[in-house]
């Protein structure tokens, strides 16, 4: 069973909102960190978001900065993505991240358990 499950994404008009979410299970759940990435076709896997669920302090790239919000509930073991002000160059596949295993927060390789990933277009 994997313990990463994403929902949420779709398709959405430039300046529009989409948020999403993922339901964390198994080790998983109990990660020091967890984080959001995403690909686009073409490109490098990159991190967007990532955060402490003990501390709920973010992390943010410089593209995500002021525009999304990354967030995580304990009660439902759920990690969430809210994004607005939504542009076509954050079209891209969006994955969950969990089992940060050091190094820096929105590097691929720090993360050992990975969702299948979701979905999000923006038109122009």
């Known amino acids: 069973q994997r313990e990463l499950l994403e929902s949420g994404g779709g398709s959405v008009e430039t300046g529009g909102s989409l948020s999403l979410s993922c339901i964390t299970s198994?080790?998983?759940?109990?990660?020091?960190?967890m984080a959001w990435f995403r690909q686009s076709s073409g490109k490098e896997r990159e991190g967007v978001a990532a955060?402490?669920?003990?501390?709920?302090?973010?992390y943010y790239s410089d593209s995500a900065k002021g525009r999304f919000t990354i967030g995580h509930d304990r009660a439902s073991n759920t990690l969430s993505l809210h994004m607005r002000r939504l542009k076509p160059e954050d079209t891209a596949k969006y994955f969950c991240?969990?089992?940060?295993?050091?190094?820096?927060?929105?590097?691929?390789?720090?993360?050992?358990?990975w969702g299948q990933g979701i979905q999000v277009t923006v038109g122009s």
């Open positions: 198994g080790s998983a759940s109990s990660s020091t960190y």
């Open positions: 991240a969990a089992e940060w295993s050091g190094g820096r927060l929105l590097d691929e390789h720090a993360y050992q358990s």
């Open positions: 955060i402490s669920p003990t501390y709920q302090s973010p």
